[in-house]
């Protein structure tokens, strides 16, 4: 029997992400039409024997998570439950927090995965790759450019054996081009590893309690704490996939991943891709509309679009490289770029929104999207455009590399801006 525990953070989490993250928990936000945990739980769904899906996290329990909860237990025929943490302890803290819970039942083994990064997810391939070695633990591991590798977990691995012989996070000179995809198989024995730190932290603390009374022995964090000394143990292995696999920080990487999702579609959910029909609007390349979007037939969309629920797009109108969310209007002959539109917004006839991309390097196999920083020497960095929630942009104007946040009723054009 097997379980899957997803960590979804919380409130104080997804900063990187606003104006998106004001009006919906990061991990519910659509990516390629479906919220972002909707991919994990589908290849959950996909093991057999997978038992219960665990979501962890410090939000308060509010009516999308709820309703997410309900309608997914539905669609996949599995339980999921929100475990809600007291604070926020970590990737290991919260865990060993509810470990409990997670070996009620008696699991062989369980998946640890971050609610932030898109993946094919090989679960099935990484089951079979713990069976040869052996029931350890697993780290998903893929390969990164020298330097990029430095902004994520990096893994020595011994290259016969595949075993993990150091592991360090975001080292500050190059280590390894093996790179940890947050993604993981644990046995129940990881448990044992996690106390043993809980102990060690609650000794520490009394030592240091007049200086650092606010800490607390149960935030642990699996990279920095659990991995470091489980390398060179024969305790710790590292599956490499070369998949597709990205962090979702950022908004700008919401519409990489929504293109990586996009891709995969064609294998596993077809029906999710529109077509060109007559009397439909011109679909190039890979393209979701939700049923409910009402789109006039000489609009132009793709590549990589997704158009979320009651859309409205006028006559004329070219979509490229962009989310729409649900209730946004798109009046006739606007056209949008490189840009996430927010829920309820408006774009006035023949506007034009437009960003600059953050994709990686597409001559480099190993390249992934750096999570760019706001700002850069001051000035802000070129990036896709965002519109918050029920934002509304007048005809005629041009909005470019600019993020406005929501409820704003813009009277001109705008570039290079945060608009508050």
């Not at 525990?5 to 900063?15: A, D, E, S």
């Not at 280590?175 to 106390?195: A, K, M």
Request: with cysteine; proline share 5%.
């Amino acid at each position: 029997m097997l379980k899957a525990v997803i960590l979804i953070g919380g409130l104080q989490k997804g900063t990187r992400f606003r104006p998106l993250s004001f009006e919906v928990p990061k991990p519910l936000f659509p990516v390629a039409g479906v919220p972002m945990l909707q991919h994990h739980i589908e290849a959950c769904a996909k093991v057999s024997n997978m038992k219960e899906i665990l979501l962890v996290g410090f939000y308060q329990p509010n009516e999308a998570l709820s309703r997410f909860l309900s309608n997914a237990q539905q669609e996949f025929k599995i339980p999921i439950r929100y475990l809600q943490e007291y604070s926020a302890l970590s990737t290991a803290g919260g865990i060993y927090h509810f470990r409990d819970q997670i070996l009620s039942g008696g699991p062989e083994a369980f998946f640890i995965m971050n609610a932030d990064v898109c993946s094919e997810f090989p679960l099935l391939e990484m089951l079979e790759f713990q069976k040869e070695h052996g029931n350890t633990h697993v780290i998903l591991g893929t390969t990164a450019n020298r330097k990029q590798s430095m902004n994520y977990g990096c893994i020595v691995e011994n290259q016969d054996t595949n075993e993990v012989l150091h592991y360090v996070e975001k080292p500050s000179t190059f280590v390894s081009d093996i790179i940890n995809c947050g993604i993981y198989l644990f046995t129940p024995e990881i448990f044992e590893h996690i106390g043993l730190i809980f102990q060690k932290n609650q000794q520490d603390l009394l030592l240091e309690e007049q200086m650092n009374g606010w800490q607390r022995a149960e935030v642990i964090r699996l990279e920095q704490d659990i991995f470091t000394a489980l390398a060179g143990r024969e305790k710790l292995y590292v599956y490499k996939t070369d998949r597709f696999w990205s962090q979702i920080k950022s908004a700008g990487s919401a519409i990489y991943a929504s293109r990586l999702y996009l891709n995969q579609y064609h294998k596993t959910h077809p029906e999710r891709l529109a077509n060109n029909e007559e009397g439909r609007p011109t679909i190039r390349g890979n393209v979701y509309i939700h049923p409910t979007a009402n789109i006039d037939p000489t609009a132009v969309l793709g590549p990589n679009v997704s158009i979320g629920t009651g859309v409205t797009i006028g006559a004329g109108v070219r979509v490229r490289e962009s989310i729409i969310l649900h209730g946004a209007t798109l009046q006739d002959h606007s056209c949008v770029l490189n840009s996430i539109v927010g829920w309820d917004s408006t774009i006035g006839k023949w506007a034009r929104v437009e960003g600059t991309p953050s994709d990686p390097n597409p001559n480099d196999p190993y390249a992934k999207i750096d999570s760019e920083t706001l700002f850069r020497e001051g000035k802000l960095t070129p990036s896709i455009t965002i519109l918050g929630c029920n934002v509304n942009i007048p005809s005629e104007v041009i909005i470019l590399n600019a993020i406005v946040l929501p409820h704003k009723d813009l009277n001109r054009g705008f570039k290079n801006q945060i608009i508050l």
